[in-house]
């Protein structure tokens, strides 16, 4: 059974960073397209950023240059590095399995809540 | 800037057809852009529903089908239920590994 769970969202002050972990089970995180989707308090989802399985990424223009995604392949885990952080970036972050032949995300994790505050 | 469009919201009544669009700002969806479509109820994470235009996912009742009507990707529910209330989300593929979330349809179940 596939599953994602997310973890290391919580409280952090403008300009902070903070890492996000994803770790999965039943599949392999290096073999597969990996993404990060947030979600606003109260507002829409938001596509965030995807790591191919070949190591290539890619970013939604609001967080380009202050979010990198990577993994490690030794614990199956996603991750995703926030830097500079502010208000805007407060949101459930969301892990996802891409599926690349029919282009849609698959599988969910259940979340982790950032919150960009002073 | 590329901007998907979504209704707001719609109303259902139990056991009655509800067909939701994702349209572009500017042109029109085709396959090309894989759409697909995912549920949300509040304080849940997201479940697919639709991928690749009309495919269902795994376990997805055949009261949900997606299609394409005109130049919008469309989700139509039949027989709404009243755990069919939520929010729907499409999603298109802009290619580049880009994808692009419509803004979400609130359906009401009443």
């Known amino acids: 059974e596939v599953q994602l769970v997310e973890s290391g969202g919580g409280l952090i002050q403008p300009g902070g960073s903070l890492r996000l972990s994803c770790t999965a089970s039943?599949?392999?995180?290096?073999?597969?397209?990996m993404s990060w989707v947030r979600q606003a308090p109260g507002k829409g989802l938001e596509w965030v950023s995807v790591?191919?399985?070949?190591?290539?990424?890619s970013y939604a223009d609001s967080v380009k240059g202050r979010f990198t995604i990577s993994r490690d392949n030794s614990k199956n885990t996603l991750y995703l590095q926030m830097i500079s952080l502010t208000a805007e970036d407060t949101a459930v972050y969301y892990c996802?399995?891409?599926?690349?032949?029919?282009?849609?995300?698959?599988?969910w994790g259940q979340g982790t809540l950032v919150t960009v505050s002073s | 800037q590329t901007v998907v469009t979504q209704e707001p919201s719609f109303s259902v009544s139990p056991g009655g057809t509800v067909t939701l669009t994702c349209g572009l700002s500017s042109g029109s969806v085709s396959t090309d852009y894989y759409p697909s479509w995912y549920q949300q109820t509040p304080g849940q994470a997201p479940r697919t529903l639709i991928y690749s235009t009309n495919t269902r996912s795994s376990g997805v009742p055949d009261r949900f089908f997606g299609s394409i009507l005109g130049n919008k990707a469309a989700l139509t529910i039949t027989g709404a239920q009243a755990d069919d209330e939520s929010d729907y989300y499409c999603v298109l593929y802009m290619g580049n590994g880009i994808s692009v979330f419509g803004p979400g349809t609130k359906v009401t179940v009443l």
């Open positions: 996802a399995r891409w599926r690349f032949i029919d282009d849609y995300f698959d599988s």
């Open positions: 790591l191919y399985s070949g190591g290539s990424t």
């Open positions: 039943g599949f392999t995180v290096s073999n597969s397209y």
